[in-house]
């Protein structure tokens, strides 16, 4: 419920997958809530940016949904909450980890880190978060700021700040970076973010995503111009040139 009324917290939906392979550990129930405020050029779901759309959902409704899935969560499954920018909607979010969480879920969080800080109200609602939440997954789009701000439309430094507290709590987090030539393809920045990986100390995996071009058709959709009109997904030697730089092979607590 909320803190001022009886009505129930209310989240937007952007999406929902029941078998999930690709978020977290395990086979997840995965949900999508809707609303972003970066502008990342390569998003693929640049129709999950507008905060007022999606389908309205209670924790309730939404918990006893992923629930019917139960059996096939095994050992390391659960459910993934990923957007849009789960973060964005943190009243939603906080009510919905407490009731799966009082169910014994495990719980994986999927963010960009975008909207962190340190400030009031946010910082409390995420530390409460945190009593919730096993996992965190959380994307590393580029070290350099200024390219960041050009790939994203954003600064990295609160991102890199969010990274630094689930450090600071021991917080488990797997970083996952989208490899984009021409801008998050660079070797220094790279060995840059490798460096800056080896400062925390919660890292169980670290992931390169290659850039890829499923979603350009739903800017399309949108009426908008795709920004990276052009670029190719990167090839499999720069993959694996990003696979060494990053050093992905020695975070191995959950590999196979
Ligand atoms: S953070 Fe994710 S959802 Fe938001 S714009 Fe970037 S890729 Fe898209």
């Keep these: ?14 999406s929902l997958e029941s078998f999930g392979s690709v978020d977290g550990p395990g086979v997840r129930f995965v949900i999508f809530l809707q609303g972003c ?3 990342c050029k390569f998003c693929h779901n640049a129709d999950s940016w507008d905060m007022q759309k999606g389908d309205l959902y209670s924790s309730d409704e939404l918990l006893k949904k992923a629930l019917r899935f ?12 990923s957007g849009g920018e789960p973060l964005l909607q ?3 979010l906080l009510d919905f980890c407490k009731k799966a969480k009082a169910e014994g ?8 880190g975008n909207p962190f800080t340190r400030k009031e109200p946010f910082f ?3 530390q409460e978060l945190m009593n919730y939440v096993d996992l965190f997954l959380l994307d590393i789009k580029e070290i350099d700021d200024e390219i960041h701000k050009d790939l994203t439309g954003c ?3 609160n991102i890199l700040e969010m990274a630094q507290y689930l450090s600071e709590i021991g917080k488990p987090v797997w970083i996952r970076h989208v490899l984009v030539p021409e801008y998050s393809d660079k070797d220094e920045d790279l060995k840059k973010l490798d460096a800056f990986i080896k400062t925390l100390k919660n890292v169980e995996r670290v992931e390169v995503l290659p850039y890829h071009t499923l979603g350009v058709f739903k800017w399309q959709e949108l009426g908008l111009d795709y920004p990276l009109e052009g670029i190719n997904p990167p090839s499999k030697e720069r ?7 990053l050093h992905t092979a020695d975070y191995t607590k959950y590999l196979g």
């Excluded at 993959?239 to 730089?245: K, P």
């Design 124 to 126: 409390s609602k995420f």
């Design 37 to 39: 405020a970066m502008r």
């Design 1 to 14: 419920m909320s803190e001022n009324s009886n009505q129930p917290v209310m989240g937007r939906v952007y």
């Design 70 to 81: 139960r059996s096939y969560w095994a050992e390391k499954g659960g459910i993934t909450i």
């Design 105 to 112: 879920v495990d719980i994986t969080i999927d963010s960009s």
């Design 155 to 157: 600064s990295n430094g």
């Design 90 to 92: 943190m009243d939603f």
């Design 239 to 245: 993959i694996a040139n990003a696979n060494e730089l």
